[in-house]
């Protein structure tokens, strides 16, 4: 394998259903766990701070890996593992450098990020414009994906999880971020939902549902979507959890990553929030100019909102926090 290496920044490009992707794995014997998102830039957001978090929170020995194409639906993947097509972006961290941003390898295969490391959980996502639609878990694009990766895994021990990321907002100073925000591809595809980020989130749960956790390839689910859907019956609005029409905030992305590193490593409940700031070198392509500081109310938010979604995945829980300090 021959990378381009980069080091840069990442700018934005337990359910009790009886089934499958009911069981989180936590960290192996020796305190290693090594994580691979077959994704696109939602992956990204939800990886970025995951070292960090986890640091935090007193967990060494993480390794994330996020094989990165924009957009990316789950045909596009069989498309490019099928040519072998080095069309992807694989952005690597881990506690050892917690606070330092991601690597980025240019020029990567599939094939290549997943025999770069002996990874222990592969997390498959579906696009952006087809995670609330039944032909995207009927199409035999997961069960390709898993075979190729089945056949290519240094780890024979490795297990599936599915990432249920976010739906997109409806704030308008958000949506026109995108160029000609009424054409768009999120706009045409969500359409259908009545422009009601409610029924659209009903029917992503009711897909995951349906489709993941009764297949028993997959060992859990990460329900980063829901986490952030309870954030947003809080005090906070939607310009606090994205920065743009579809991508996770600075807060955001720390409501994602408690998510997966929850999820990662069988925690049914966090008891606090040990993360206290998110670094601006970790967003130097962003709107974060200086050090974030999290605030006892958003700590208590996070912590709301990760734990409801742990203790009810598929079910928006009302926040507590409805009125700002």
């Known amino acids: 394998m021959t990378f381009l290496l980069l080091v840069g920044v990442l700018s934005g490009c337990g359910d009790s259903t009886e089934g499958g ?3 989180s794995t936590g960290a192996n014997k020796d305190n290693t766990l090594k994580v691979l998102t077959l994704g696109h830039s939602l992956a990204v957001d939800s990886g970025h701070m995951l070292a960090m978090v986890a640091h935090a929170e007193g967990r060494d020995g993480l390794k994330v890996g996020t094989l990165y194409y924009s957009g990316c639906p789950l045909s596009k993947h069989v498309e490019y593992l099928t040519k072998n ?4 972006i694989l952005y690597l961290s881990s506690t050892e450098n917690p606070d330092e941003a991601p690597q980025a390898m240019e020029s990567v295969t599939m094939q290549d990020a997943i025999a770069y490391d002996d990874w222990d959980i592969i997390v498959l996502q579906g ?8 032909a995207t878990y009927l199409s035999g694009s997961i069960q390709t994906i898993q075979k190729y990766v089945n056949e290519n895994k240094l780890n024979p021990d490795a297990v599936f999880a599915w990432h249920m990321f976010w739906v997109p907002p409806l704030d308008n100073s ?3 971020m995108y160029p000609d925000p009424q054409n768009n591809t999120y706009y045409t595809n969500y359409k259908d939902f009545q422009d009601d980020r409610s029924v659209l989130y009903d029917a992503v749960t009711g897909c995951v549902e349906k489709h993941i956790l009764s297949d028993d390839t997959f060992s859990f689910m990460i329900p980063s979507g829901t986490a952030m859907e309870n954030a947003l019956s809080s005090y906070l609005e939607e310009k606090d959890l994205y920065r743009d029409y579809a991508h996770a905030s ?3 992305r720390v409501i994602a990553a ?3 590193y929850c999820r990662l490593y069988d925690v049914d409940a966090l008891d606090e929030i040990k993360l206290d700031v998110i670094p601006k070198k970790l967003f130097k392509s ?4 200086e050090d974030r500081v999290l ?6 938010i996070i912590l709301e909102s990760v734990n409801n979604a742990l203790k009810e995945p598929l079910k928006m829980t009302p926040s507590a926090y409805t009125t700002a300090p």
């Open 295 to 300: 605030t006892d109310s958003e700590k208590q």
């Open 127 to 134: 696009g952006p414009f087809e995670i609330a639609k039944d």
């Open 174 to 176: 958000l949506r026109d």
């Open 85 to 88: 097509s080095p069309e992807y």
């Open 286 to 289: 962003t709107k974060l100019t």
């Open 21 to 23: 992707a009911t069981e």
């Open 258 to 260: 408690y998510t997966w």
């Open 250 to 252: 600075d807060l955001g």
